[in-house]
């Protein structure tokens, strides 16, 4: 009987359709058995389809002041290709790499400050009940206080210099990573915290491989809330005063009635937003692989 039972399970186990099922890889499945010929097709599609809003709008921006527009206010919204040339010819000047240079370094800066500190903080104060208890009432006040309104505080206390501009950014990319670090450790499954003591780990050893992983989406989506701040904050810092910098470049183009300048700024500071926020998201991604494995188990 026993026999039996083991050659039917061997036979089983040698046949196709008893082999065990293993984990897909990524990106297999019913696409990736496709030819590569449709396979890039297919990939062709998904990125006309996520492009077509984009694509739409420059058309927009294009063709609409040339036969929208009546010819007073072609000045003030001059059609892409005239910001394109502007901004090709910031380039060749040099003056559009002083400028990005300028606000890269004070937007990393402020925002790096921020991550340490509001992630340093956050994990205290959510693992410590009557730490985040004493703390909560005065992190609301400051957290509903707009950044841009304490810019003149900062002026006045530290300058017009680079100090208030990177601390400046650095508050205001500070409380979205620190409250979103407290509500990321705050709501971890109380059931895998439950499954860890049982198992024996100490409260360190929790914090490190349970408390920790589990709270990492969270914390980056306040770190990338706080990388969108800390342009926006900075841009604004230096319309105020600068004498280099995107803002300076948007506004003394404005003052100047470089009106093609202008908008190519503005044209840089967005897309200087969308690489931050393609790489705050790969950072992401690489410190949540273990999701991804867990989840294709």
Same mark, same amino acid.
């Given at each position: ?60 921006? !294009?063709?609409?002041?040339? %036969? ?13 290709? +005239? ?8 380039? !060749? ?19 790096? +400050? ?13 693992? %410590?009940?009557?730490?985040? !208890? ?36 650095? %508050? ?37 491989? +349970? ?8 914390i980056f989506t306040g770190i990338r809330m706080a990388g969108t701040a800390s342009i926006l904050v900075l841009i604004a810092a230096e319309m105020v005063g600068a004498k280099a910098g995107l803002g300076y470049l948007i506004v003394n183009a404005q003052s100047s009635f470089q009106i093609p300048d202008m908008y190519a700024g503005i044209l840089t500071v967005s897309l200087f937003g969308l690489v931050v926020n393609t790489v705050l998201v790969r950072v992401e991604q690489r410190f949540s692989r273990w999701r991804v494995a867990a989840s294709g188990r």
């Amino acid at each position: 009987m026993s026999t039996a039972t083991v050659d039917t399970t061997s036979t089983t186990a040698d046949t196709p359709a008893g082999r065990r099922s293993t984990p897909a890889p990524p990106g297999s499945g019913a696409a990736a058995a496709l030819p590569r010929p449709h396979r890039l097709l297919l990939a062709l599609g998904r990125g006309a389809r996520r492009s077509a809003a984009v694509v739409l709008f420059l058309l927009l921006w !294009e063709l609409g002041p040339q %036969y929208l527009l009546d010819p007073a206010r072609k000045v003030f919204l001059p059609p892409l290709h +005239v910001v394109l040339q502007a901004w090709w010819g910031l380039v !060749e000047d040099g003056q559009l790499q002083q400028h990005l240079t300028a606000s890269l370094a004070r937007s990393v800066t402020g925002f790096g +400050v921020a991550v340490v500190a509001g992630v340093a903080l956050g994990l205290v104060v959510a693992w %410590y009940d009557g730490l985040r !208890e004493l703390l909560t009432p005065l992190l609301e006040l400051f957290r509903n206080t707009a950044a841009l309104a304490l810019l003149p505080v900062f002026v006045l206390l530290l300058g017009i210099g680079e100090t208030s501009k990177v601390s400046i950014v650095a %508050y205001a990319s500070f409380f979205p990573v620190l409250l979103n670090t407290i509500a990321g450790v705050r709501t971890v499954d109380p059931l895998l915290v439950r499954a860890a003591r049982s198992l024996g780990l100490n409260s360190l050893q929790l914090f490190q491989k +349970v408390v920790l992983p589990s709270a990492v989406p969270t914390i980056f989506t306040g770190i990338r809330m706080a990388g969108t701040a800390s342009i926006l904050v900075l841009i604004a810092a230096e319309m105020v005063g600068a004498k280099a910098g995107l803002g300076y470049l948007i506004v003394n183009a404005q003052s100047s009635f470089q009106i093609p300048d202008m908008y190519a700024g503005i044209l840089t500071v967005s897309l200087f937003g969308l690489v931050v926020n393609t790489v705050l998201v790969r950072v992401e991604q690489r410190f949540s692989r273990w999701r991804v494995a867990a989840s294709g188990r």
